[in-house]
């Protein structure tokens, strides 16, 4: 390691207007920059002439530093001498960057010049240094693929990940205090401020840690927006889940990840995004909105030949579609108003295919059946037929059988009754009898 510390240098930059080329130049002073001519004036009068003082902070001035000044479409080189100064021609008005190149001192970023209309310009440069970091987690074993990020005052000046053992080593920076910022996803963030010497060392364990976050999924058509439920999420790490009535879902997320989302669902469009996660629980809000369509619609889907119908174009939401073109069996028939409908008669029978369409839509066919008006039958009527007059049939007179002379007969009295009075008395002699004998 290189023992020497002298203090950082500060390069001081003064701009020199050319002088005409008239008389000799003043003592002390730069004579006219390489590769201009001095005899043409529009050259002289449209540079200026940086001197540059490269200094440590204590003002101490630095010999044979080399400096890069660039300029939109041009550069120019030069090295500082034992004062520490050196002496370059730029472009009057215009923005150069100077970089500083020497083997104990150096800067992290270039020095910039907004304008070299100014009279004079510092530059402070630093020793060199460099940084290695070593990551673990809370067990002791390595994490690699940890990002590793050097701020002073707020700006990054290193940014880079470990390698398979842990380990991220800078390149060469200014010995000076750092910001100190190591991360990776699934792991808590570790910040801290490091002094950063010739050739420093720190180690940095980090935590393994997760949050929750809350998704809700909206279609913001409707005022005020109204959830989509059943929506499908599709999210890195986490795995695929489905929003409730609501709109919402959870799900368990690592923390510090940029992670991959995908939401769909049936007869909406796809949203892909990246979900960028922190350290502390949030919403996330997806809004859907409905696959753009036309849909047609009639009145009537049956009609008489040279009836009129109204055909109606809406949209995805239903909400009508002026200036849809309507087309029936190919042939455009018109356009939609400002609600949506188009009167059309349709002149001959048969299935009828409607279309709407606009620049970018296509509706899908609907059939209406064109028929022709119907002739009533008339009902059959009956023919009259003469109808004979019915032949008289004679009705036989009854005869009237006297009655037999050993019959008589008594008012009220029938045959059946008198058959059941003989029988009486047949019965009641045959009982008279059995009693004499007894």
Known sequence: MRPYTRPLLIATVVLLGLAPAVGAVGAGQPGPAAGVDAADPSAQESTVTLTIAVQTPEGDPVSEADLTATWENGSATATTAGNGRAFVDVPAGSTVEIGVDHPEYVRNAPFVVDSTDEETVRVTVRQRGSLTVSTEDDRGDAVADARVIARVDGEIVVNGRTNDDGRFTTGTIEQ?????????????????????????????????????????????RFDPAEPVPDAQLILETAGTFRTLQNGEATAQVPVNADLDLEVTKEGYETVSRTVRVGESARPVSVNLSRTPTLNVTTVNDRVLVGERNVVTVTDAYGDPVADARVLVDGEAVGTTGGDGTLTVRLDSAGNRTVVA??????????TIAVVRERTPTASPTATPTDTPAPTATATPTATTTPPSESFVSFPGFTSLSAVLALLALAGAAGIAARKRNE
């Open 357 to 366: 369409e606009t620049e970018d839509l296509t509706s899908s066919p609907l």
């Open 176 to 220: 000076r205090e750092y910001s100190l910022t190591v991360v990776k996803e699934g792991y808590y963030r570790v910040v801290r401020d490091v002094q950063v010497g010739d050739s420093s060392r720190e180690t940095v364990a980090i935590e393994r840690g997760s949050i929750t976050l809350s998704f809700e999924v909206v279609d913001d």
